[in-house]
């Protein structure tokens, strides 16, 4: 028994009818997508232990600058240590030849001795950054605009598609290496710059979920019953177009990774002495055979990454979606609850038809 | 019936869905046969199992599917056969007709081409001789220009001509048997007529047995010889069409029966409504779909009065593009009124003086009396709320209640259209399409309107569940009192509801006036005809109806 707003006992049967928030449902839905949890803490883990262990570095301008009291290199700005005994561009005696791991080196050190767990967490800080800007930036951008040409079509339409166009017939390689140059800054301001050219897929999307909802009848009865523009969009229509967003968002962030792996390569992008993930890979690129550590930790982190994300996608588009199945914890246990339950496609008017058996029998 | 003319023998046919690793029966030891010139209907609801019955003939089921038994065609095994062999079947032996021209004709090619197709499929024939056979084929389903039918598109033609074309490419290649699966569910009515005329004349004139796959009784007491009632996958019934008409044994088919409306059992109006203040008033009512790049203006409603009294229900009928849910639309605020007065109670909401305009204010007013019931009870409810959301959203939009207001009150209407209070927390793909629109109607009566308008609120219901939910209608309207425009294209139901009747054409009323004077002493032609079509459930009566209609055409 518990207590209700007015402080009334109730029984089961009433809190089976007490109505439960969205946010609420979601959580719980959320929840049995354990695959999505786990990534959640896996993902934190990683943050945590790539901005603690070699410190970070606030503002200036990714170059190396020689420090006035101590007479070291160090990064330009505003650099706070971490608990890491290396750090990512001290150059050091190798305490193998060919650099392999060691006790003291667990990643191995590269041909002048620098450290490559110090040198991977440091570029993970930055595809991280440059990650989650480009994915908040351009799904801000992409739904917002979306939204927009998608509800108010006629002209606001016109125009937002229009420049949309535009962006997408520039190369993004192309224009954030332009602009990520000519700005300079390092990593952030390439955040920001591929962020504000990745959104115009997006809006195209949320555009077309808008244009097909906005015709369904319960916007209609909305309307009638005298909701504004802005419930409409925010209450009705965007919950309905979550999938969409998640899955677009989550490619985007794992796309952005790979453009800043590209330009990085090209030379552009985060160049040394900073580090990022795909730059270690290029960098190291010709040591695949020999020296496979220098080329696989940045790998393996990048994976990483991308898998969490993806996951966590996953469970977040589940998660909004009521026709999600809810209990299928029956049978075959483990696997079926990693992946949240078997999904069940099924027509917003349909009935639920199961999932069809490939083997004619 | 002698042994030589029967062509199709079904023996102890069962058919199993795979889903889930789950065995689904779906349809359990059919046994039926079929003889030349017979028309053989099976009825049913949706998901009795009629439909893939008829499918599984010429196995056109899902690969999860399994069928076991006997299906005989002129003895030869159907069941089991090859893929090769079902293609001589299919088309050749055995035709379909679906229940929607549209999808199922290919829409980037011409009718012609695609008979044409059929008939070189089957036949080794010239292209030149295929298609004297297709002008042929298209002159017989009385297509009025076979010529230009040959070589138009399906968009091209009207609803009931794609049917023909499709009929058309059905009987190219002289089947013995043809099923039609609700060939005419997508029709109006007078269109329903044509074409069940049409597939009676073509049955006598190709000497074939037709199967008849249809929910409406109507039409079976038109076509059918036998007929078979099924349930849950079982027949449960089965005998001549008189036979069940008039002797139903099996309690569902009693019920079945019983809850079709049948046109002319509506009680006579009540005298309230003629004296009784008015809600909703219209005049001169003109509402145009505006002109779209090369598209000009669409005039969809032209030049209509109607006045909605107090406790009174408004029947407004009419056939698909007559503008009965655009005037729907426009009453509730939806679509802009290009001239006219609309009135509710004393005050004027749009009018000339005012450009025809509500404005933002008054329509915050004018709604907050209004309540609208949909059509489509799985588009008009948001499929990622609560259902309890979705009852609770007109009240928390007025601001006029307070959480525990609202929270009682949706308690309140749940149980006032009859569904446990448990399921306002389920969504609505967890319900049915009756327990939907249950929720359509709480939502719409949130706020105790004056004045529902109901947009068809049960054509896209089975006819047990569309009973039971007119059933409920009546009664919230006896209990609450509230006026109702009640749009519908189904003359039967709205003489089970209406006390007044309005008869639109073309974006125009051409009849208004009490229910027993519309129904039973129709003045215009138009609405002569439109009653003439429906058909009633019950053989007898309907051949004299037909006969009648016949007449009427002349």
Redo the contacts between chains.
Sequence with gaps: MSLD??GRETTI?QE?????S?GQ?IWKRFKKHKLAVISIFVLATTIILAFTSVGIVIGGNGQLVVDKETLLLRPDGWYIKGWWQWDWFTVGAKDLVNGAPTWNHPFGQDDIGRDIFARVMRGMQQSLLVTFIVGFLSTAIGVVLGSLAGYYRKWTDSVIMRVADIILIVPVLVLGAVLGRSVGGGALFLAIMLGLVAWPGLARLVRGEFLSLRE???V????????SAR?IIFK?IL??SIGVIVVNTTLLMSAAILIETSLSFLGFGITPPDVSLGQIINEYQTAFQTRPWLFWYPGLFIILIALCINFIGDGLRDA????QRRDDFT?EGFFKSLFGG?KIE?????????????E?? | MSDSKKILEVKNLSID?????NIARAVDGMSFEVSRGEVLAIVGES?SGKSTTAMSLVSLL???S?TTGSATLHGQQLVGMSIKELRKVRGKQVAFIFQEPMTALNPVFTIGFQIVEALREHFNTTRAAAKERALELLAMVELPDPEKAFDSYPHQLSGGQRQRAMIAQSISCDPDILIADEPTTALDVTVQAEILDLMRSLKDRLDSAIILITHDMGVVADMADRMIVMKDGIAVESGTADQIFNAPRHPYTQRLLASVPHLGTGKPAETIGKQAKSVLSAKNLVIEYPKRGRVPAFRAVDDISIEIGEGEVLGLVGESGSGKTTVG?AL???LPVHSGTVTMGDKVFASEERGFKINKDD??EF??N???V?????????????V???I???ME??KEFT??QI?AR??ELLDQVQLP??Y??R???EL?GGQRQRV?IA?ALA?RPKLLIADEPTSALDVSVQASVLELFQDLQKDLGFACLFISHDLAVVDLLSDRIAVMQHGRIVEQGPKEQILRNPQEEYTKRLLAAVPVPNPEEQKLRRLKRLELQG
Excluded: M
Excluded at chain 2, 17 to 21: E, H, L, T, V, Y
């Design positions: 707003a007015q049967e089976a009818t007490i109505g439960l969205q449902v369904r009848e319960f209609d009865a909305a309307v009638v019953s005298g909701a419930h009705h919950p309905n909004f979606d009521p026709r049978k078997k099924a027509d917003h008017d349909e009935v639920i038809v199961g999932t069809t058996q490939r004619n029998i | 869905f795979a889903i889930d690793g998901g899902p690969r999860n399994r639309r509730v605020g939806l329509l915050r709604r907050r209004l309540g609208i949909f059509q489509d009870p799985g588009s008009s409810l948001n499929p990622r709320w609560p309890g959301q979705s609770a959203e007109p939009l007025s959480a525990a929270e949706v308690i209070t448990s306002r927390n969504y609505p793909h049915s359509g939502r706020l």
